[in-house]
């Protein structure tokens, strides 16, 4: 299994256009089209946060679609349809709240974090048609949606012959360091060391109290840090 690298973050929205709007006040740019999931009944917006510290790497705002239908059978991807993050993020706003990593090889990558006690999801094949044509990937998907390790260890995706980060404009805004902060970070260290994880000095692990996951952005308004209320 080859190294594994960020590929985006999660910001979740309680609409599709309040996170329009919190990207432009947050971060000051308006990001750009993104497209619909019909089978998690959920659409985005993606914004390039490529730097030398996290190349080809997006920021992806993301929220129910109210025009698209559940799922049958399983619950949204990233804890979506858990009512006490949806009330956090309708009172709160748009919020970071998970983050994705890339593999080539997710079948193994899953086996490996599996091995470790870390009931990760099956990879699903995932699909959706893009100007440039169909943009697919594969996901590892548990049925209940569930992040784990309070959203900081991350879901695993692999992409086909596109990545989207390739079509996204430059808006000036870049990853400069993620923080991992989670009360049993040695369990989380072995995870990532797992993955291939471990090295990128700005991809950072500590230990605290309270889990949360901190990412540092250069903007067109300055340094912004954002921040997961896990």
Partial sequence: ?????????????????????WCEATLGVTPDAGGQHAFMGTHNRLLRISSPAFAASYLEIIAIDPQGQAPSGHRRWFDMDDSALQAQVRSQGPQLIHWVARVNGIVQASEALRALGHAVG?????????????????????????????????????????????????????????????????????????????????????????????????????????????
């Fill in 1 to 21: 299994m080859s190294q594994a690298a960020l590929d985006h973050l999660v910001v979740m929205a309680a609409s599709l256009e309040e996170g329009l709007a």
């Fill in 122 to 230: 099956t990879p699903q094949a995932a699909s959706r048609q893009t100007p440039r044509g169909l943009l697919a990937w594969q996901i590892g998907l548990r049925p209940d949606g569930q992040r784990l390790l309070q959203g900081l260890l991350p879901t695993l995706i692999e992409w086909g012959e596109q990545h989207p980060e390739a079509s996204m404009a430059d808006k000036g805004v870049a990853l400069q360091q993620l923080q991992l902060l989670h009360p049993d970070a040695d369990a989380l260290k072995t995870a990532l060391q797992a993955l291939g994880l471990v090295g990128n000095p700005a991809l950072q692990l500590a230990q605290a109290s309270t889990p949360a996951l901190v990412a540092h952005l250069h903007t067109p308004k300055g340094p912004v840090q954002l921040r997961s209320p896990l």
